[in-house]
């Protein structure tokens, strides 16, 4: 029969096979988990660069069920909503741009102002008016710059900003006033801009320069008093 001595008569390179064996076992298990790994997060890179670059609905391979699927899964809900956010954005650009240009190209005198009445727009036909005036409304205003209107507060055009500025607050529909300075006469049409909480955001104001039909209307009335006058 054997004994345990026969096992230890087993020749010891079959012994250093074995272990050879297993830890080879050991390696290609090691690996082949290694490269499970690696593929997904390979293709989880491969995603995220594409979302980099601007390619939103190449949509992620959501199949798998573990720990990689979650990971795919929170990397998909990402892509759709920056997806949809980009798409809005772009939208939105176009929208915008669509009316920036027709203000830039309207003849009325134009200027948008935001919540706290700083002045953000003025389109070209308003910089004409302004630089025409310009003298005058240097009387008024020193250092008055009509290059130089986007980014000024609309306080400056008023004796009381304060006031001015409550009255602009509170604004819920048209408001109608008129600046007049030496031989420069302005009307300007302030309306609030809501948002759609209902919060005001801006203000848009359109001027129009009634200077030569007041120098107009003045010669009339002088003519007319002279000729009473006799």
Same mark, same amino acid.
């Given at each position: 029969?054997?004994?345990?001595?026969?096992?230890?008569?087993?020749?010891?390179?079959?012994?250093?096979?074995?272990?050879?064996?297993?830890?080879?076992?050991?390696?290609?298990?090691?690996?082949?988990?290694?490269?499970?790994?690696?593929?997904?997060?390979r293709y989880a890179i491969d995603k995220l660069q594409q979302i980099t670059q601007g390619n939103y609905f190449d949509w992620v391979n959501t199949e798998r069920?573990?720990? $990689?699927?979650?990971?795919?899964? *929170? =990397? /998909?809900?990402?892509?759709?909503?920056?997806?949809? @956010?980009? !798409?809005?954005?772009?939208?939105?650009?176009?929208?915008?741009?669509?009316?920036?240009?027709?203000?830039?190209?309207?003849?009325?005198?134009?200027?948008?102002?935001?919540?706290?009445?700083?002045?953000?727009?003025?389109?070209?036909?308003?910089?004409?008016? $302004?630089?025409?005036?310009?003298? *005058? =409304? /240097?009387?008024?205003?020193?250092?008055?710059?009509? @290059?130089? !209107?986007?980014?000024?507060?609309?306080?400056?055009?008023?004796?009381?900003?304060?006031?001015?500025?409550?009255?602009?607050?509170?604004?819920?529909?048209?408001?109608?006033?008129?600046?007049?300075?030496?031989?420069?006469?302005?009307?300007?049409?302030?309306?609030?801009?809501?948002?759609?909480?209902?919060? /005001?955001?801006?203000?848009?104001?359109?001027?129009?320069?009634?200077?030569?039909?007041?120098?107009?209307?003045?010669?009339?009335?002088?003519v007319v008093e002279c000729a009473r006058a006799g």
């Amino acid at each position: 029969s054997l004994t345990f001595s026969h096992y230890d008569q087993v020749p010891q390179n079959i012994v250093l096979s074995m272990l050879a064996i297993g830890a080879f076992s050991s390696i290609l298990a090691g690996t082949l988990i290694t490269l499970r790994s690696i593929r997904p997060l390979r293709y989880a890179i491969d995603k995220l660069q594409q979302i980099t670059q601007g390619n939103y609905f190449d949509w992620v391979n959501t199949e798998r069920e573990d720990e $990689f699927g979650q990971l795919l899964m *929170a =990397l /998909r809900a990402m892509q759709t909503q920056l997806g949809f @956010e980009v !798409m809005d954005a772009r939208d939105q650009a176009t929208r915008t741009g669509r009316i920036k240009a027709a203000l830039d190209n309207a003849s009325a005198n134009v200027m948008i102002a935001d919540a706290g009445n700083n002045v953000i727009y003025c389109n070209p036909s308003l910089m004409a008016t $302004f630089k025409r005036r310009g003298d *005058a =409304l /240097r009387t008024l205003i020193p250092d008055f710059n009509s @290059e130089q !209107m986007v980014g000024q507060n609309m306080d400056r055009f008023h004796k009381n900003p304060k006031h001015q500025r409550d009255l602009v607050a509170d604004l819920r529909s048209p408001h109608q006033a008129s600046l007049s300075v030496a031989d420069c006469h302005l009307n300007f049409t302030a309306t609030p801009i809501f948002d759609e909480q209902n919060h /005001r955001i801006g203000t848009v104001m359109e001027w129009l320069d009634r200077s030569e039909q007041v120098a107009i209307e003045d010669e009339v009335h002088h003519v007319v008093e002279c000729a009473r006058a006799g």
